[in-house]
Structures are given as structure tokens and as C-alpha cells.
């Protein structure tokens, strides 16, 4: 297996790494979740081990950006934090499985021996919110089926509001996701192409992107 480790206490991280390692597998460390954010994107790893407690982005945030941003490797989410609404949020967040500090490092290995096997999970190729539909796999965006022409970055921005339905999205987190770097907060390019999606997804229909002041931008099914 290859493994990424997220965990900022250094202690804790290289323990399981050394464990890992003289296993055989191959393990790479993040001390953060911007970090791993990054690095989960740029590597194909088999699992993801994902401590709740990181400077940051926790990881319950941490987990809903990398299935927010298409990575769907099994993560292990790893934490003292042993209440039952805690590993509920973390199941909710896109967590495949939740083991609680103190642990034993021979169940930790089951654990993501048992997730590797899993392998990534088949994500769907469509998404789809109220009767806005947007498919993967052909590019194509339909809004009560009517079919909506849209450039990459247009196209981009849907995904990442559709992917994330009904909460608010700030523009600091839309800059990063859609565009990969960050404006300073100076641009008003996140403005600018909702305003294009406006015009092309809500036109005619009932509004389901939505400025939240002060926090950012919502996309709704046009019921609520």
C-alpha cells in the first residue's frame, strides 16, 4: 500500500509511518490539511489515515475538500475524539471508516488493509440537484433538460456548488478549488463567473445560486 499520513503531532505520525514502512508500504506524511489536500491530489494513494485535530482545516473539513476537489481514497479517520456524533460527523463528511486513539497498530493495518482492498469508491458520474443535472463523464449540464452551454471554468464552478449542495461556499474556498491559487481576496473573479452561471442556469427558471452576504454563495434546488 501506499499511505498518506495526516497528523500533526510529529511523534504519533512517525510511529505509524516507521510501522507502515517496516510492513513494506510506502507512507508520506502531512502535517496539515492544506498539505494534504495537495498531496492527495497529486499522488494516487491506496488510504488515507486522517487525524480530526489539525491546525487549520480540521479533519472533518479536510476529508469534505478532498471529496469536494474528486479524490476518493479511503480515509481512515484517526482521533481521541471517541463521541458517537463525532464519527458520525466524520462518516458524513466522506469518511470510509473512524479509529479512536489509543490504538493498537495491528488493528490500524487491518483497518487500511481492509479499505485498500475496498479500493477508491466508484463515484457517480452525474450529479444531480433538483433538476439541474450535470454529467462527468460528457461535459454536459442540463437545467429541467434543456441543455446549457458552458465553458471549462464555468463548468469547473458548477461542479464544485453541485458537489457541495446547499452550503455556502466562501470565496476564498471557491478560488482554491476552481482556480488553484489564491487572489488575496482582491479579485472579482468569483463574482464574475457566478454571475455568468446566473445567466445561463437561472435564466428563465427559479434562481438556485444564491449570495449569502457577508459568507458566500449557495446552490439550492429551486424548491427551498
Same mark, same amino acid.
Given at each position: 500500500?501506499?499511505?498518506?499520513?495526516?497528523?500533526?503531532?510529529?511523534?504519533?505520525?512517525?510511529?505509524? !509511518? !516507521? @510501522?507502515?514502512?517496516?510492513?513494506?508500504? $510506502?507512507?508520506?506524511? $502531512?502535517?496539515?490539511?492544506?498539505?494534504?489536500?495537495?498531496?492527495?491530489?497529486?499522488?494516487? #494513494?491506496?488510504? *488515507?489515515?486522517? %487525524?480530526?485535530?489539525?491546525? @487549520?482545516?480540521?479533519?472533518?473539513?479536510?476529508?469534505?475538500?478532498?471529496?469536494? $476537489?474528486?479524490?476518493?481514497?479511503?480515509?481512515?479517520?484517526?482521533?481521541?475524539?471517541?463521541?458517537?456524533?463525532?464519527?458520525?460527523?466524520?462518516? %458524513?463528511?466522506?469518511?470510509?471508516? #473512524?479509529?479512536?486513539?489509543?490504538?493498537?497498530?495491528? &488493528?490500524?493495518?487491518?483497518?487500511? !488493509?481492509?479499505?485498500?482492498?475496498?479500493? &477508491? *469508491?466508484?463515484?457517480?458520474?452525474?450529479?444531480?440537484?433538483?433538476?439541474?443535472?450535470?454529467?462527468?463523464?460528457?461535459?454536459?449540464?442540463?437545467? $429541467?433538460?434543456?441543455?446549457?452551454?458552458?465553458?471549462?471554468?464555468?463548468?469547473?464552478?458548477?461542479?464544485?456548488?453541485?458537489?457541495?449542495?446547499?452550503?455556502?461556499?466562501?470565496?476564498?474556498? *471557491?478560488?482554491?478549488?476552481?482556480?488553484? #491559487? %489564491?487572489?488575496?481576496?482582491?479579485?472579482?473573479?468569483?463574482?464574475? #463567473? *457566478?454571475? /455568468?452561471?446566473?445567466?445561463?442556469?437561472?435564466?428563465?427558471?427559479?434562481?438556485?445560486?444564491?449570495?449569502?452576504?457577508?459568507?458566500? /454563495?449557495?446552490?439550492?434546488?429551486?424548491?427551498?
Amino acid at each position: 500500500m501506499r499511505v498518506l499520513i495526516v497528523e500533526d503531532e510529529l511523534k504519533m505520525a512517525s510511529l505509524v !509511518r !516507521r @510501522g507502515l514502512v517496516e510492513e513494506g508500504h $510506502a507512507a508520506d506524511v $502531512a502535517a496539515n490539511g492544506e498539505d494534504a489536500l495537495w498531496l492527495a491530489q497529486a499522488h494516487p #494513494y491506496d488510504a *488515507i489515515v486522517l %487525524d480530526v485535530m489539525l491546525p @487549520g482545516l480540521n479533519g472533518f473539513e479536510t476529508c469534505r475538500r478532498l471529496r469536494g $476537489a474528486g479524490v476518493w481514497t479511503p480515509v481512515l479517520m484517526l482521533t481521541a475524539r471517541d463521541a458517537v456524533e463525532d464519527r458520525v460527523a466524520g462518516l %458524513d463528511t466522506g469518511a470510509d471508516d #473512524y479509529l479512536t486513539k489509543p490504538f493498537s497498530f495491528s &488493528e490500524l493495518l487491518a483497518r487500511l !488493509r481492509a479499505l485498500a482492498r475496498r479500493g &477508491e *469508491i466508484e463515484r457517480p458520474t452525474e450529479l444531480v440537484v433538483g433538476d439541474l443535472v450535470l454529467d462527468e463523464d460528457s461535459h454536459e449540464v442540463r437545467r $429541467a433538460d434543456d441543455l446549457v452551454e458552458l465553458t471549462a471554468t464555468e463548468f469547473e464552478l458548477l461542479r464544485f456548488l453541485m458537489r457541495n449542495p446547499k452550503r455556502v461556499l466562501s470565496k476564498a474556498q *471557491i478560488l482554491d478549488r476552481v482556480w488553484n #491559487y %489564491d487572489f488575496g481576496g482582491q479579485s472579482n473573479v468569483v463574482e464574475l #463567473y *457566478i454571475s /455568468y452561471l446566473r445567466k445561463k442556469i437561472d435564466a428563465g427558471n427559479q434562481p438556485m445560486i444564491h449570495t449569502v452576504r457577508g459568507a458566500g /454563495y449557495v446552490l439550492k434546488p429551486a424548491a427551498d
